[in-house]
Each structure stands twice: as structure tokens, then as C-alpha cells.
């Protein structure tokens, strides 16, 4: 595995281990990580504290983002594939887009570039997440 | 003025006065304001903090918002526009959209009714705004 999707998976655990959401990003820029975060919808009891915008929050104001990709363990929701297109992130690198995702043609008409991992790791843990608590994913991707 | 858009404006009135961008933002549900924000790059040092996801971010975690409407100054950004169709907020009213705003025809083709107000208060706030202020103008909008 990659070393920054490995990152990022290690965002998602981590978020899992905190009573969480497991979905994890990291912001990488010239081979180093800029920025790391993770769902936090429960533990900061908020909705807009998805993986790819808590890594961007946490990244605070950077000059520009022409010149990062994004990691991220799962295929993104509109609100963050419209944040990738706002904020001018050339490229997205994705865990696995089989448990949820429709933004790839939004993105990819952006001119955002999207390869995707098709991690298993990344499809069991989040499996095994929506099995365990089904309300609170309905919840997250906003299907109540 | 309709007194949500008012509300949006006062909001975005105070962030100018604060030192950061005038763009205001209010939730409304069955004619009661939910939820306020302003966009607060400059106050939190912060990129996601857009008028409209600070709305969001203080407005917590809602069962659903498909009851909602969203009033916010400017037309929004693909950040707040993906926001606002992954939250399945049906309705926007906007102050204006002549300085900005690209995302109206994405935001009606996923079914978001837009409203465009055409304020003239809220055209001369940001484009005095923009003359003050060019360089964090483009940096909020990524035109750096």
C-alpha cells in the first residue's frame, strides 16, 4: 500500500477507534504530507467534518493547492468533490469507490483527475462499519 | 428586504467588520432562523469556512434539511453548492450573483431550486469589498 493512503487509512481507524466514522484524507504536497484528518461528524457533532474538509481545515490557508493531490480512503461526496473542484486540487487518489460515490464524472468534468485504489482494506473497513451502524452512515451521506 | 436575506446580510456586515470577507449566510425552517454564519477565512485562518458552511458547521447536526432553505449574500462556490446538494437542501435564495457565482446551473441540474434576489445592497457590499481588499478576494475564491 501507498505510504499516504496508508495515512489515511490510519486517519479512518483512528476515527473508528473514537467512536467514529471510519474515513480518512491526507493532503500531500512534493512527497511530504501537508495535512492529516478524519471524519469527525460524531466526535466534533458536526456535518460538514468530513475526512477530505477536516484534512483541508487542518491544513489551514495554503497559498495555493495547484501542486497537492488528496488521499482519501473513500470515493467522495459532492461536498467534498465541489471543495477538490473549488479549491483547484488537480488530482484525487481514492481507497475504494464500491461502498458509495457518484462524484467521479462531476470531478473528472472539472478537470480533476481521479484514480481510484479499489483498496479491500478500504471496502471491508468501511463494510464492516455499515453493518455495525447502518443509521449513523445514513446519517453521514444524508439517506435518513 | 425579506428579513432572512436581511439576516444573511447583518451576518456578513459583521464579518467586514471583524476584518474578514462580507458573506453572510442563515437556515430557515418553517420560518425560523436554525443556524447563522459568516465566512471566517480571515477570523479562524481558515479555507472551509465560507459564509454558508459556517451556517452549516454552527446549525450542528440535523436530522434532515430537506424542510430548509438556505439564504446566503453571494451566489455560492462548488465547495457550498456540492454542500448544499449532498445535504439535500432543496432550496437556495442568493443575494446576488453578479461578482461570482458559476455553480447555479450545477446546483438546478441536481434539483436545488435558486433564487437569485438581485440585491443592490449586496452587490455594492462586495464589490467594495473587492477594491479594498483584491488580494484575499482571490485568494477566498482561489485565483491565486
Known amino acids: 500500500m501507498d505510504e499516504f493512503m496508508q495515512a489515511a487509512i490510519d ?11 471510519p474515513i480518512g484524507a491526507v493532503l500531500v504536497r512534493g512527497g511530504q504530507i501537508v495535512a492529516r484528518g478524519r ?20 491544513a489551514g490557508r495554503q497559498r ?22 473549488q479549491f483547484k486540487i488537480p488530482k484525487v487518489v481514492v481507497g475504494e ?12 468534468a472539472h478537470g480533476v ?17 455499515i453493518a455495525a451502524e447502518p443509521t449513523l452512515w445514513n446519517e453521514d451521506i444524508m439517506e435518513l
Open 113 to 129: 483527475a481521479v484514480e481510484i485504489v479499489d483498496s479491500e482494506e478500504c471496502v471491508t473497513m468501511m463494510r464492516e462499519f
Open 97 to 108: 469507490s464500491r461502498t458509495f460515490g457518484e462524484s467521479r464524472e462531476f470531478l473528472e
Open 11 to 21: 486517519e479512518a481507524r483512528q476515527g473508528r477507534q473514537e467512536g467514529g466514522i
Open 64 to 85: 495555493t493547492y495547484r501542486d497537492t493531490v488528496l488521499y482519501t480512503t473513500l470515493m467522495p461526496c459532492y461536498m467534498c468533490a465541489g471543495t477538490i473542484v
Open 39 to 58: 471524519n469527525k461528524r460524531v466526535q466534533e457533532d458536526n456535518p460538514i467534518k468530513h475526512g477530505e474538509m477536516d484534512c483541508l481545515y487542518n
